[in-house]
């Protein structure tokens, strides 16, 4: 891959595609660390949040994993507002930080569900770290994506 | 100074800090006095954002986030 390839971000879960915009969070709504999308997940139990592009996991969470591909693009997936008060109840990593992963490849384990019933919200912000709002393209409308489906290309 | 110490100082220095927590994106932290922090300082030291309620507030400085807080606490 060149500097100049685009990437294609797949959606880490399943469940409905909302504008950053909507997400309950100001940081993520303010596009403070980059443009993106979010997806509300789908609510079915245990789920495995996928890696939305190839690359390294240069940094890895329980509730957030940022990739950087080997173009140096780095797309943060948070799993969840506020869930650093976790402290990584409930969350099975299948990865260590540093690891090379292929798109669309097993991250962490987690519950949706649980997250809700705890009293937060279990939307997944997806950000094109430090992008330009114009090199997202192909973003995907508003409305339901399987995990793995495209859900923006990040021109570059 | 480094970006841990300019961000120390723009918080009102170790004295004023209750509490400093990283998360995936921000240092969310809890100050004993609000006046002595600096929105300014924090931007200039590379903060993209500042989101204060009361006495706490998530600097938001993206995915080295652990990293600085790490340092910070070294200065601490």
């Given at each position: 891959m060149t500097d100049a390839s685009p990437v294609d971000v797949l959606a880490p879960v399943s469940g409905q595609v909302i504008d950053l915009a909507d997400v309950p969070d100001p940081v993520f709504a303010g596009a403070f660390?980059?443009?993106?999308?979010?997806?509300?997940?789908?609510?079915?139990?245990?789920?495995?949040?996928?890696?939305?592009?190839?690359?390294?996991l240069v940094k890895l969470h329980p509730h957030a994993f940022v990739v950087q591909t080997a173009g140096g693009a780095g797309v943060l997936t948070h799993l969840g507002i506020d869930t650093v008060q976790l402290d990584g109840a409930g969350f099975e990593l299948h990865v260590a930080e540093g690891d090379e992963v292929a798109a669309g490849a097993p991250v962490v384990t987690w519950d949706p569900a649980a997250v809700e019933r705890d009293g937060r919200s279990p939307t997944v912000p997806v950000v094109?770290?430090?992008?330009?709002?114009?090199a997202l393209v192909d973003r995907h409308e508003p409305?339901?994506?399987?995990?793995?489906?495209?859900?923006?290309?990040?021109?570059r | 100074?480094?970006?841990?110490?300019?961000?120390?100082?723009?918080?009102?220095?170790?004295?004023?800090?209750?509490?400093?927590?990283?998360?995936?994106?921000?240092?969310?932290?809890?100050?004993?006095?609000?006046?002595?922090?600096?929105?300014?300082?924090?931007?200039?030291?590379?903060?993209?954002?500042?989101?204060?309620s009361g006495v706490t507030y998530q600097v938001v400085v993206g995915p080295e986030a652990d990293t600085i807080a790490t340092d910070i606490e070294d200065l601490m």
């Open positions: 660390v980059g443009p993106g999308l979010a997806v509300d997940p789908r609510r079915d139990g245990r789920t495995v949040a996928l890696a939305p592009a190839a690359g390294r094109a770290l430090d992008a330009a709002a114009e409305g339901p994506i399987e995990a793995a489906g495209l859900l923006f290309t990040w021109t | 100074m480094d970006k841990a110490e300019q961000i120390l100082a723009a918080l009102g220095g170790t004295d004023n800090i209750v509490e400093i927590e990283p998360c995936a994106t921000r240092l969310r932290t809890e100050v004993h006095d609000s006046s002595l922090v600096d929105e300014k300082a924090l931007k200039a030291a590379g903060a993209f954002g500042v989101i204060a």
